[in-house]
């Protein structure tokens, strides 16, 4: 069963506008990453968050947690062409102590 | 250091057959973690193995089996391929944990005809 549901979808917007995706998730973590895939490829981490950490920044990424909502938010500043991926939120929560994958946010980056 | 390799990274076969993947981890890496990815179900945890041993495993058939070897590379081995197992197969090590980060594969890209 997906525990993070990322929020929208998709995605698209224009080189160097600023990029939000949304992820909620059900249960209690310990962490929650964000990874980005491009088409078809393997997925690459980008971030990760701890339960008790409120935000994280990585370059252009910033990253919030809010365990009180079980949501967590991925902001990319300044985006460009080369951004365009899906990007998943996971959590830690699985049952047998695995990661568990959101289905993804499809970000379109045009230049 | 180098990433995670998997081989093949393409496949065709037919229904019926069975199929072999392989994922070399990252070195001194020894947590090994499986996934297949459709789109209509996202990505889809497999199992996962730490010292030649499955610690983890997901909710799939029995035709879907792994294992692990003493330098930490895996195998997983679909039997009785099905359309449905279609996929693209991803393998991602981490040093102990999987709930750690993870660092993945290219994927290997099954189609089954």
């Known amino acids: 069963s997906q525990q993070g549901e990322e929020d929208p979808q998709a995605l698209s917007i224009q080189e160097g506008e600023n990029a939000t995706m949304n992820c909620s998730y059900k249960?209690?973590?310990?962490?929650l990453q964000w990874y980005r895939q491009n088409s078809g490829r393997g997925l690459v981490h980008l971030i990760l968050?701890?339960?008790?950490?409120r935000e994280k920044h990585s370059g252009r990424l910033r990253v919030t947690l809010d365990t009180s909502k079980k949501s967590s938010s991925l902001l990319i500043t300044a985006s460009r062409a080369a951004d365009t991926a899906s990007y998943f939120c996971?959590?830690?929560?699985?049952?047998?102590?695995?990661?568990?994958f959101g289905k993804g946010t499809k970000l379109s980056v045009k230049p | 250091k180098a990433g995670v390799t998997q081989t093949p990274r393409y496949l065709i076969k037919t229904r019926g057959q069975q199929v072999t993947l392989s994922c070399s981890p990252i070195?001194?890496?020894?947590?090994v973690s499986w996934y297949q990815q459709t789109p209509g179900q996202g990505l889809q945890f497999l199992f996962e193995?730490?010292?030649?041993?499955?610690?983890n495993k997901g909710n799939f058939p029995g035709r879907f089996s792994g294992r692990q070897f003493s330098n930490s590379r895996s195998e997983m081995n679909v039997s009785t391929l099905e359309l449905g197992d279609s996929a693209l197969y991803l393998c991602a090590s981490s040093l102990e944990q999987p709930q750690e980060t993870q660092y993945f594969g290219p994927g290997t890209r099954l189609l089954v005809l």
């Open positions: 996971a959590t830690d929560a699985g049952s047998q102590g695995n990661l568990i």
């Open positions: 193995y730490f010292s030649e041993t499955q610690r």
């Open positions: 968050i701890r339960s008790n950490e």
């Open positions: 070195s001194g890496h020894r947590s």
């Open positions: 249960t209690s973590i310990n962490n």
